[in-house]
């Protein structure tokens, strides 16, 4: 497939790395020399230098003949331009990457999906539900909604003291929560294993599960009893990110503190968030996190403008007693670096989270969405079955699946189906399905029409 992007700051090239990896022809654009020398000295893509909004441009990278076009710059009306100019000589699916809120404000009314652009995505928007999906399980490694949150997946280490660690799952005594979830792959150092009955846990595995929140929130506690819910968050940012953190987490019966050093912005967030607490000041000043008062089950949420200065503020959060700290990197090449030194107990990046929204819609049409784990590798596979598939009237045990993949439920009439192999399968059942990368594409063939 040949793909156009528009762009090769972080959000680009962290996107052009994954699309590369499985082997698409990818053309980058960016006005910026220095940044197209970064990609092509680590990427094997084509480069061209100038505006993504330029016909001119556009027509040398051959985008009339592109199968795809991503615009991913820093700047909105160059995207959706690009995009709109991608439509106008036939790309068949385009995607534009917006960071204002106003385009979804009057969305009903001036859409960009009704202009033509196939995809618009809000890198923000993405990046602040993850962190309150990490909030929402706090002893998980990752999590996330899926089916519309009808059923959500996350991945937890084995510690030290969890009891099951040298057990495998037949012999765990939590057999009737463990009936209600499927752990469907398990990350031992950097390498995958898909699980079976006798796979017995080790220290510092991370086991992934797929199931609903309440009976997922059942088995972190048992993991870890002291992985209670958390009764107050301090976000420290008040910008695009913090703001949407705190508007998402004052639907709960959470406390929320927000801190923002400038005037007129704290002054804003004050007025969105009518019940929270918005102090001018800097995290960074000891004083202000007495003021904003740590209490048992305290949450930090890093989202400044800068890496160094969201770590420093985590690592102010955990000297002052703060259960948890969340922290979002933009730099990705700081993300390894800041997991070895264990300084913050958990990164979200905005690039990986946009990178995983337009990679739920490169999937083939009956492969309607895929989840990339950010910390295993391999992927989730929704697959609809259609009305004209040959898989209808088969049971799951008789499907060959290839090997390094696990089906982990099965949506049904709006319902989550456990996967046992006797299910049998019917017109537009939803199956979610983990693959490991060798397997995601036969998989992807296999359900194709």
Avoid at 152 to 172: C, D, K
Avoid at 293 to 311: H, L
């Amino acid at each position: 497939m040949k793909i156009v992007i528009v762009g090769a700051g972080n959000a680009g090239r962290y996107l052009a790395k994954r699309l590369c990896g499985e082997r698409h022809s990818v053309v980058m654009i960016d006005e910026r020399m220095d940044v197209l020398q970064q990609a092509e000295a680590s990427l094997d893509v084509m480069t061209l230098c100038g505006s993504g909004s330029d016909p001119e441009i556009l027509e040398q990278a051959g985008t009339d003949k592109a199968d795809l076009f991503i615009a991913v710059t820093d700047c909105d009306e160059v995207n959706i331009i690009a995009c709109l100019l991608a439509k106008s000589v036939g790309v068949p699916r385009k995607i534009a990457r917006v960071g204002s809120d106003r385009y979804d404000k009057f969305s009903s009314k001036y859409s960009l999906v009704g202009m033509g652009i196939d995809l618009v995505i809000n890198q923000k928007e993405a990046c602040a539900k993850e962190i309150c999906s990490a909030l929402a399980l706090p002893g998980a490694v990752e999590s996330f909604e899926l089916f519309g949150g009808r059923t959500n997946v996350a991945g937890f280490e084995v510690t030290s003291g969890s009891p099951i660690m040298g057990q495998a799952p037949a012999t765990l005594p939590e057999q009737n929560l463990l009936r209600k979830l499927r752990i469907i792959a398990v990350r031992r150092k950097d390498g995958l294993i898909i699980p079976h009955g006798d796979t017995v846990f080790a220290l510092h595995d991370v086991l992934y599960l797929v199931g609903s929140l309440e009976d997922i929130r059942a088995f972190s506690l048992w993991m870890n009893p002291l992985q209670s819910p958390f009764l107050k968050v301090i976000v420290a940012g008040g910008g695009d990110i913090g703001l949407a953190v705190a508007k998402i987490l004052k639907r709960s019966d959470v406390k929320v503190v927000v801190l923002e050093q400038d005037e007129e912005r704290a002054l804003y967030c004050s007025g969105e968030l009518e019940d929270a607490l918005v102090l001018r000041a800097d995290a960074l000043s000891g004083s202000v996190l007495d003021e904003a008062g740590i209490v048992p089950r305290t949450a930090f949420v890093g989202v400044t403008g800068g890496d160094e200065d969201n770590v420093m503020n985590c690592l102010m959060a955990r000297k002052k007693g703060v259960d948890y700290t969340i922290t979002q990197i933009s730099r990705t090449e700081y993300i390894p670096v800041i997991k070895s030194l264990d300084v913050v107990d958990r990164i979200v990046s905005p690039y990986e989270s946009l990178t995983g929204g337009i990679l739920h819609y490169l999937r083939s049409r009956n492969v309607r969405a895929a989840t990339l784990l950010h910390s295993l590798p391999g992927e989730l596979l929704d697959i609809a079955i259609t009305p004209e598939s040959k898989h209808i009237g088969q049971s799951l045990s008789d499907i060959r699946f290839p090997r390094g993949s696990i089906v982990a439920v099965v949506l049904r009439d709006g319902n989550v189906v456990t996967a046992t192999g006797d299910l049998v399968m019917q017109a537009n059942d939803r199956l979610l399905v983990f693959a490991d990368p060798s397997a995601v594409k036969r998989i992807q063939v296999m359900f194709r029409k």
